[in-house]
């Protein structure tokens, strides 16, 4: 599963996602979340998905910028390819703000209120974060000892979020 220089070897036909965009991502959109949660009694629903996903792509285009300009610091030359071929690569970042600004727009529907639908959005990143920790750990070919291990990390730095969120809400 692992090529000589220690890099993770993908099958020709799975695709490589990039996994530790989609968990920062992820832990990103929770602490979006718990951040708007001091001030949340007067923060609309629409107001925290354009943050959650304004966020996202924020970060998302820093990322690519840093990567790029990393690239031009070793002196490679910068085509279009490789802006789009790193503005995919670290497209998952983005996509990981979705589910959490999805829980937070129907939050109406399932009757929550603005309280409530902050604990649903950050419960919501917070599995994500798991998931893709754990999914990325079975991608590279860890033991289910390692894939537990690195889902149960992801969730004590969510905890520590939560943490946050609980002592500034009170």
Known sequence: MFRSDGTARHPPD????DYAGA??????AASV???AAGVYASFPRLGLVVLLLATGIVFWAAHVYVHLAGERVRGQPMTWAQVRRVA???WPMVQAAVPP?????????LDLGLPETAWFALGVALA???A???VAAARAGASRR??????????????????AKTAVHH
């Open 146 to 163: 390692v894939m537990a291990l690195s889902g149960l990390l992801n969730l004590l730095l969510g905890l520590v979020i939560v943490a």
């Open 101 to 109: 600004a999805v829980a937070v727009a129907i939050s109406p529907l």
């Open 128 to 130: 994500e974060q798991v």
């Open 132 to 134: 893709w920790a754990t």
């Open 14 to 17: 799975q695709p490589q996602t």
């Open 88 to 90: 995919g690569h670290e």
């Open 33 to 35: 979340i718990a951040g």
């Open 23 to 28: 968990i920062y991502g992820s832990l990103l």
